[in-house]
């Protein structure tokens, strides 16, 4: 029996490896290091080439990635785009070379939604619906905010500043008196909140920052002020690290929302499905717990970033 070349290509091609590309936004958190470490580690479990490439906080790092990954024919792109424009022309070229593209942990504003195959990450609004609802519980409505965001432009701080707003408007009492970017480092949240502290004293109630790096960072700020992050101003935050768990069990912190990611499972079984031919949810969305005191001790020994 002849077998036609391209059946023979196919049969070839299933012994080999997958190939992926990953870009990565950077390493600027503790939550970015256990995204990276799951990409890693599920493909190394698995058996696939992963191409790896560190944006390092900007885009057009990420932009030479992609079109290095294209170079290398790649199987699939998995892009964590660290701002939400600006990636037509890149993606087009994807397209055109026929590598599927997944977006994972932060989405993009496109016009043409046939530029990317899905989206594999969590809900940055309701992280910081789930945050703003917390905070009016446990002032009573009451208090004056400040607000640590992400990087300008992120899909993340763009959520999680408008849903958290939504949130809050609710409450006539509560009130974001200043806001500025610690874009989502430790070192800039502890430096935003020094800045603060100067600038609002005491007239501080709460703080409200996109993720536990900069809420950390902004406790040492606090500190060094003389005063005392969890119980003279509310700390409440996003990522669910570790560390922050740990920080409400010593009081430090009050209250974080998960944002799971470790899914490198989930985008390698995607992946494979693409390449079985078969059809995947435009959109999955992990599911983001929350801790506060009432969970934090029986949670802390599960948790796996
Ligand atoms: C959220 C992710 C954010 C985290 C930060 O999915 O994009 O970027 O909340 C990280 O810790 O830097």
């Not at 990276?36 to 490439?53: C, P, V, W």
């Not at 939604?113 to 409505?141: P, Q």
């Not at 992400?150 to 899909?155: D, I, K, L, N």
């Amino acid at each position: 029996m002849v077998i036609s070349l391209v059946a023979a290509a196919q049969v070839a091609a299933a012994g080999k490896p997958l190939r992926v590309g990953f870009a990565q936004t950077g390493a600027e958190s503790a939550w970015r290091t256990a995204n990276t470490n799951s990409m890693k580690s599920e493909a190394e479990k698995r058996g696939i080439e992963l191409k790896f490439a560190d944006g390092q906080g900007k885009q057009e790092n990420q932009i030479r990635a992609i079109r290095s990954f294209v170079a290398q024919r790649v199987d699939a792109i998995v892009l964590a785009p660290i701002v939400e424009t600006g990636w037509d022309p890149v993606l087009r070229e994807a397209k055109r070379a026929g590598i599927p593209v997944i977006l994972t942990d932060r989405s993009i504003q496109t016009a043409d939604e046939s530029l990317y195959v899905c989206f594999i990450g969590s809900d940055f609004y309701e992280e910081g619906r789930m945050a703003a609802d917390w905070v009016a519980r446990a002032v009573n409505g009451q208090g004056n905010i400040i607000e640590l965001q992400g990087t300008p432009g992120s899909a993340p701080a763009n959520e999680r500043r408008r849903a958290f707003a939504d949130g809050i408007a609710k409450h006539p009492g509560l009130k974001i008196i200043d806001s500025q970017s610690g874009d989502f480092r430790r070192a800039g949240g502890k430096e935003v909140m020094e800045a603060m502290l100067k600038k609002h004293g005491r007239a501080i109630n709460i703080v409200y920052a996109h993720n536990d790096d900069m809420a950390l960072g902004a406790t040492l700020a606090i500190e060094e002020a003389g005063l005392k992050p969890g119980r003279d101003i509310i700390m409440v935050s996003i990522d669910g690290i570790k560390e922050a768990i740990q920080a409400i069990i010593d009081g430090r912190l009050n209250c974080t929302v998960e944002c799971n990611p470790m899914f490198g499972p989930k985008v390698y079984d995607t992946i494979e499905r693409l390449k079985r031919g078969e059809k995947v949810e435009r959109k999955a969305y992990n599911k983001d717990l929350l801790f506060d005191a009432t969970n934090a001790r029986e949670m802390i020994a599960s948790r796996e970033y």
